[in-house]
């Protein structure tokens, strides 16, 4: 049975007729601990669909009795159909248990959970709370594609469901376009909503700083004043990101922060530039200049600042058990120098009690067993035929340096393997959402968006290519999802203006990423097409600025 949701459920039996969305009495809450996850999923249904909805929490009110006689002492109607919410575990080991790693670090969490559709009464339960939020996402989706189409009732059905993977993530560029606090609450909103559970936080980077260091202020003074294109910058404060850390918890989705390093770090040497043994200016004037620039791992003061840093990151990023370190693009560094840092690096994660990550160049170097690279050069840029795009975008003298990146890249995976690693699956072609959309808009007023959105040296791509893929075949030299930490899709916001052009280069792409990290088995396109469209009156309620792919069966819009 396919249900208008996404990602796909596991198992979904059908039932007959339907519980009705008038009418129906309170969703009862028989255990507080439920109370904080309810509530969100009450703020969301609203957001989603308008509908509020009342809540009884009473931990003295037996669920089974309210499911058979719909009976809560004074607070609900007998014979009025309800909704609960519980703990339990009946049912749930139909579905495995997921495969990779928590960026919470947790072992024990489980977000297997179930949902009982009647005539009489709608059951949510899962052994964990986490497990109950995704249990009530569906649901949320479910309410959403019935109200979007004027339904008065929720179709019976019995679902039992949870995820492929455990880490199922975006990774968001905050610094070639600075984002405020406000755009990254919508960006986890979309997250959530697909039961996407990370958001990776892309904080340094060539054009700009966004975090506070203790006893480094020229980090934020000097180094976080611009972006890409001249565009302006900024950067969070630790108030800002505590109350972003809190506001992606309590919807069960981790916070990792990157810091790019030992390159990537043209906004570190602006500001503090005895830090490198040599900076070759890059052409252009901050736009996409990638600079010949590196932190020197020959000096005590690069090793003092690199604690500074992660010490600052660490602490404002309470939740999370990795910490990100770049690793990637070196451009210029010896290789030994790479190895040397970037080792060193990942050593000071785990001396201040995280696990450390870094992009796949980091295989380069020492990793061994339990550590975690992540693959994002697939290969699908061809080095004899880069288009004429990319040599307006970077200047003549770093060519050689891409192209030889570009080739030792097909060895780091297996190499990662080899060493005992495991790989967070991010490669390029279907999860990097910074390429052209291949699709033309039914809007109109989108197609101008469409022409500049996405880094032309990349190949367009269609939303089917998006969930056309599977993450352990994709991976070189993956035997099984065993050796998988799970799958991130990343946004990349060099050709991005603003928050209309993130969220246009975001939806419907994230949905597919989504649906790859959690659904087991094959995607049909068909039926995926059909799922995605009945989610999209709810992406309209939500105010999103999604691109209106051709590719959906969607109403054409005419330009005013």
């Not at 059905?157 to 070639?176: E, H, N, Q, T």
């Not at 699908?380 to 060519?399: I, N, Q, R, T």
């Not at 949905?511 to 995607?523: C, N, Y």
């Amino acid at each position: 049975m396919s249900l208008p949701v996404i990602p796909a459920v596991q198992t979904a039996g059908p039932g007959e007729g339907g519980f009705p969305l008038s009418g129906a009495g309170p969703l009862v809450v028989t255990d507080p601990a439920l109370a904080p996850v309810v509530a969100v999923f009450l703020d969301d249904l609203h957001a989603d669909t308008g509908l509020r909805l009342d809540v009884v929490v009473d931990a003295t009110i037996d669920a089974t009795a309210v499911r058979t006689t719909a009976a809560t002492a004074d607070r609900a109607i007998a014979g009025v159909p309800q909704i609960t919410v519980e703990l339990a575990v009946d049912g749930l080991d139909a579905v495995a248990t997921a495969a990779g790693l928590r960026a919470d670090g947790r072992r024990d969490a489980d977000e297997r959970h179930g949902i009982d559709i009647t005539p009489d009464h709608v059951r949510v339960w899962a052994a964990q709370p986490e497990g109950v939020h995704r249990a009530l996402t569906t649901l949320r989706q479910l309410i959403g594609a019935a109200v979007s189409e004027s339904a008065d009732h929720l179709p019976s059905v019995r679902v039992v469901d949870g995820p492929r993977f455990a880490w199922r993530g975006l990774s968001l560029d905050v610094v070639r376009t600075f984002h405020d606090v406000e755009t990254v609450r919508r960006v986890i909103d979309m997250c959530t909503l697909h039961k996407l559970n990370v958001l990776h936080l892309h904080l340094t980077d060539n054009e700009g700083w966004r975090f506070e260091v203790p006893g480094r202020p020229l980090l934020t003074e000097v180094g976080a004043a611009g972006a890409a294109w001249g565009r302006p910058g900024g950067w969070y404060t630790p108030a800002q990101i505590a109350e972003l850390v809190a506001y992606a918890a309590r919807r069960f989705v981790t916070v990792v922060p990157e810091v790019d390093l030992p390159g990537h770090t043209g906004a570190v040497l602006h500001a503090y530039p005895t830090l490198a043994p040599e900076i070759l200016a890059s052409s252009g004037d901050g736009g996409f200049g990638l600079p010949v620039a590196f932190l020197d791992p020959a000096r005590d003061e690069t090793w003092d600042f690199v604690g500074d840093v992660l010490d600052a990151v660490i602490a404002q990023f309470p939740g999370t058990a990795f910490v990100h370190v770049g690793g990637d693009e070196a451009f210029g560094m010896p290789d030994d120098a790479h190895a040397v840092f970037v080792d060193r690096a990942r050593a000071m994660v785990v001396e201040r009690g995280r696990r450390p990550i870094g992009w796949q160049e980091a295989a380069r170097g020492g990793v061994g067993d339990g550590d975690v690279v992540q693959y994002w050069m697939e290969g699908d840029l061809d080095g004899d035929h880069l288009p004429d795009a990319l040599a307006a975008m970077v200047p003549e003298d770093l060519w050689p340096m891409i192209l030889a990146n570009m080739e030792r890249a097909a060895g780091d995976v297996p190499a990662a393997l080899a060493k005992g690693a495991q790989v967070l699956v991010s490669p390029t072609g279907p999860l990097y959402f910074d390429r052209p959309h291949a699709a033309a808009s039914t809007d109109p007023a989108q197609e101008s968006a469409r022409a500049r959105l996405g880094l032309p040296v990349y190949p367009a791509t269609s939303l089917r290519d998006g969930v056309e893929w599977d993450p352990v075949e994709i991976v070189p030299g993956a035997a099984d999802e065993g050796v998988l930490a799970g799958v991130e899709a990343a946004v990349w916001c060099e050709t991005v203006t603003g928050r209309e052009d993130l969220e246009t280069l975001l939806l419907p792409r994230l949905a597919g990423a989504a649906e790859r990290a959690w659904a087991r088995g094959t995607t049909r396109w068909d039926d995926y097409a059909r799922r995605l469209t009945r989610q999209t009156p709810t992406w309209d309620r939500r105010g999103w600025a999604w691109f209106r792919s051709s590719e959906l069966d969607l109403p054409t819009r005419t330009q005013a």
